[in-house]
C-alpha cells in the first residue's frame, strides 16, 4: 500500500450537505477530499426540487443559477378537497445543476473534488479511494464526515444503525396551464405521508412517498393512481416524460458522531420527520459538521466534533423535535386520519399547538 496522502477532513459524498461540510472544512483552513461515487454530481436526481425562499438568502449563486421557478405558497388537499394554504415562497429548483454548483464552490474554497470515486474503509483509520479506470490513492484523514445519503456506508464503518427510510416515487409531467403554487395531497391511502405535485415551468413533480404496509398498495401503483388523477382533473396533460425513485429518512440513525466520524444531511436524518424536505437542513447541518470537522482536525482533538451536534441542536432542535413528535403520533393513530391529520401537517395551525 501506499504512503497515505495528507488529509485533514474527507468528505464522503458530494450532495448539498458533503458539499457545504467541504467548503466550511475548507474555509477554516483544512486540507480537505470530498469524493462522491457518482460519474456526475447531482445525476440521477432524486428530489422533488422545491426549496424553501430562505435558502436562497444562504446559497444566493447556486439558487438563481439553478432556479427554474418562483413558488407563491403551499396549498394543501385532504381527501382532494381544498383545505387551505399557508404563505411560504419558495423555489423549484434543478437539482442536478444545484449540487454541480454547490460542488464547485467547495472547490473554490480549496477542497479538492473527487468523482467516480469510492470510499473503501481500512486498518488503522485509513481509507482507500476507489477511483473508476484510475489508480487508487490511500488516505488517513484525521476525520471523516459521512455525507452519503441515508443508507450510509460511512456510518456502517462504525457501526451506527441507519435512519428509518420510506420509499418515494416520482413522474416528471407537463402541466395543462401554468401554476404559480405548489400542491400537497393527504389522503388515508398515503399513510405516513403524502402525494406532491410541484410545478417547474412548463414541466412539474408528481410524487408520492408513505409507509407500506404489508397487504396495501405499493408507492409505484398509488403514484400511477396519483397521475390519473391529476389528467382527470385538467392538471397535468400527457404522458408521464421520466420517473425516478429514492430513499427518504423519517428519523435519525442509531448515532450522528462515533470516534472520528460524524455524520451530515441524509446520514444524519436531518431531514424534516412529516414533510421530507432535507436540501436546507442538509446544507445547514453541512456546514456545522465541517466546521468541527476541521477544527477538531486542526488540533488534533476529535472531542470536538460533539460541539457539532450542540449547533445543529441549537438552531433546528426544536423544529426537529416537534416533527419527530408529530410523526410518532401520527403513525399511531393513522386510522383515525380525520381526525388528527390538521395537527399532524405543517399548513394547519392545529400542528404548531
Known amino acids: ?119 473503501l474503509p481500512c486498518e488503522r483509520r485509513t481509507v482507500v479511494l476507489r477511483r473508476k479506470g484510475l489508480n487508487t490513492l490511500t488516505l488517513r484523514p484525521r476525520v471523516v464526515v459521512g455525507a452519503d445519503g441515508p443508507l450510509s456506508t460511512v456510518a456502517r464503518w462504525v457501526g451506527i444503525i441507519a435512519p428509518s427510510v420510506v420509499a418515494g416515487v416520482q413522474a416528471r409531467v407537463r402541466l395543462a396551464r401554468p401554476m404559480d403554487m405548489a400542491e400537497v395531497y393527504l389522503h388515508p391511502d398515503f399513510r405516513g405521508g403524502y402525494a406532491w405535485l410541484f410545478p417547474k415551468g412548463e414541466h412539474a413533480n408528481a410524487g408520492v412517498a408513505f409507509v407500506s404496509a404489508k397487504g396495501r398498495h405499493s408507492v409505484s401503483s398509488a403514484l400511477a393512481r396519483f397521475v390519473h388523477e391529476l389528467t382527470s382533473q385538467g392538471k397535468i396533460t400527457g404522458s408521464v416524460l421520466a420517473r425516478t425513485a429514492g430513499w427518504i429518512p423519517i428519523s435519525s440513525p442509531s448515532a450522528t458522531l462515533r470516534r472520528h466520524v460524524v455524520l451530515a444531511g441524509d446520514a444524519a436524518g436531518q431531514t424534516h420527520p412529516i414533510t421530507g424536505a432535507g436540501v436546507y437542513n442538509a446544507i445547514v447541518g453541512g456546514r456545522i459538521a465541517g466546521t468541527w470537522a476541521a477544527r477538531a482536525a486542526l488540533a488534533d482533538d476529535t472531542r470536538l466534533l460533539e460541539h457539532s451536534q450542540e449547533e445543529w441542536q441549537d438552531v433546528l432542535g426544536e423544529t426537529m423535535a416537534r416533527a419527530k413528535e408529530k410523526r410518532l403520533f401520527m403513525e399511531a393513530n393513522w386510522e383515525r386520519f380525520d381526525d388528527t391529520i390538521r395537527s399532524c401537517w405543517i399548513t394547519f395551525r392545529e400542528y404548531y399547538v
Open 1 to 119: 500500500m501506499n504512503a497515505p496522502a495528507p488529509c485533514d477532513v474527507l468528505v464522503v459524498g458530494a450532495g448539498p450537505a458533503g458539499s457545504s461540510a467541504a467548503r466550511a472544512a475548507a474555509d477554516e483552513g483544512a486540507r480537505v477530499v470530498l469524493v462522491d461515487r457518482r460519474q456526475a454530481i447531482g445525476v440521477p436526481v432524486q428530489c422533488a426540487e422545491y426549496i424553501p425562499a430562505m435558502l436562497r438568502v444562504d446559497e444566493a449563486s447556486a439558487c438563481a443559477e439553478a432556479c427554474v421557478q418562483e413558488i407563491r405558497g403551499l396549498r394543501t388537499f385532504v381527501r382532494g378537497e381544498p383545505a387551505g394554504g399557508l404563505n411560504s415562497p419558495g423555489y423549484t429548483i434543478d437539482r442536478d445543476r444545484f449540487d454541480q454548483l454547490l460542488a464547485a464552490a467547495a472547490e473554490r474554497a480549496g477542497a479538492q473534488l473527487l468523482t467516480a470515486t469510492e470510499a
